[in-house]
């Protein structure tokens, strides 16, 4: 009886270990992801990260309006009113599963160390200037192909167009007048 004891306590201990170590491997998988959304999104201030990321979505819904400045500055205080409802933590738990969801534990350990670095240090500093200028560049050649293809379809595919909304048809005859 002692043996059977003996080898059922045998088999059950590497699960019962393993379940730990699964559970803290998940554990530190997710304090990795959190402190990479401390350090890569919010930089400090999620609530500023948020509005950021919001701030481009809603960019092109104020372009379509064609707002004048104080309609486009009762259109950013909704904006900011709206946002209210969404505290830091809830943006900081969005992106730490953002994190944890894309990449493995050794991933972002990697990424950690590589933004603990001066090079990391300096990426993280001018990760929004780059991103602008990245935008500023390439903007152009989105602009001429946005161009062509509306060409192609008015060429080519002309029923493609009979259910488009109106704003769409204008921003596509736009680029050739």
Not at 35 to 53: H, M, S, T, V, Y
Not at 86 to 101: G, H, I, Q, R
Not at 146 to 154: S, V
């Amino acid at each position: 009886m002692k043996r059977i004891a003996t080898l059922v306590f045998l088999m059950i201990s590497p699960l019962a270990a393993s379940g730990q170590e699964t559970e803290q491997a998940k554990e530190e998988h997710g304090r990795i992801a959190r402190q990479i959304a401390d350090l890569a999104e919010a930089e400090g201030d999620p609530e500023r990260a948020l509005l950021d990321i919001m701030a481009q979505q809603t960019e092109a819904i104020a372009k379509r309006l064609k707002l004048d400045a104080q309609g486009k500055q009762e259109f950013d205080g909704i904006v900011k009113e709206v946002m209210k409802d969404y505290p830091a933590e809830l943006v900081m738990t969005k992106f730490t599963e953002a994190y944890a969801s894309t990449y493995t534990t050794d991933e972002l350990k990697g990424i950690l160390a590589f933004y603990e670095t001066d090079a990391g240090k300096a990426f993280l500093k001018k990760r929004k200037t780059l991103n602008s200028e990245m935008t500023r560049q390439i903007g152009t050649i989105a602009l001429v192909i946005g161009q062509k293809i509306a060409m192609q379809i008015r060429e080519k595919s002309p029923h493609l167009l009979k259910n488009a909304q109106p704003a769409t048809r204008k921003a596509e005859e736009k680029p050739s007048e």
